[in-house]
């Protein structure tokens, strides 16, 4: 059961975290073009928004099944580089849900690209958007950074 879920966590490591990386890693810089007037960059701003929402939600598994593996075997509770792993987890997710979910949010409607209905829910307004793009590309690389540590305390012996 412990190889079956080793597998299950790598490939929706690979499957999720990869997608959301990048687009957490790209959105700024065509939400700002859609910003310059750039027509074909809001379509690419939307299409990054959304694998945002939907990798970013799905890859909360990824840990998920990580935990379970510490079931499989009592050694996995013994060793601090999981512990590590987990809290780094966590550190991200918080990082994705409540800095870049909102910021990415706030530029999508300011450019009037969000649902109909969330964009009638409230008033976005992004006052400087090189401020705005500089600090999603920020948090975007401390959110990649700690995936890659992660990934390096899963692989260190």
């Known amino acids: 059961m412990a190889h079956f879920l080793i597998i299950l966590h790598i490939l929706t490591a690979m499957l999720f975290l990869g997608p959301v990386t990048v687009a957490v890693s790209t959105f700024h ?88 209905d969330e964009q009638a829910a409230e008033t976005y307004e992004v006052a400087d958007w090189d401020k705005a793009k500089g600090q999603l590309s920020m948090f975007g690389g401390i959110f990649s950074l700690l995936w890659v540590v992660i990934a390096i305390l899963m692989m260190w012996h």
């Open 29 to 116: 810089t065509r939400a700002l073009a859609a910003h310059n007037g750039e027509d074909n960059a809001k379509g690419a701003a939307s299409t990054l928004y959304k694998i945002t929402q939907a990798y970013g939600n799905l890859s909360i598994l990824v840990p998920l099944i990580g935990f379970a593996i510490m079931f499989t075997n009592s050694k996995f509770w013994h060793e601090g580089r999981f512990h590590a792993s987990i809290l780094l987890a966590v550190i991200a997710w918080v990082l994705l849900y409540f800095v870049i979910y909102p910021r990415q949010k706030k530029m999508m409607g300011a450019l009037g690209l969000l649902e109909a």
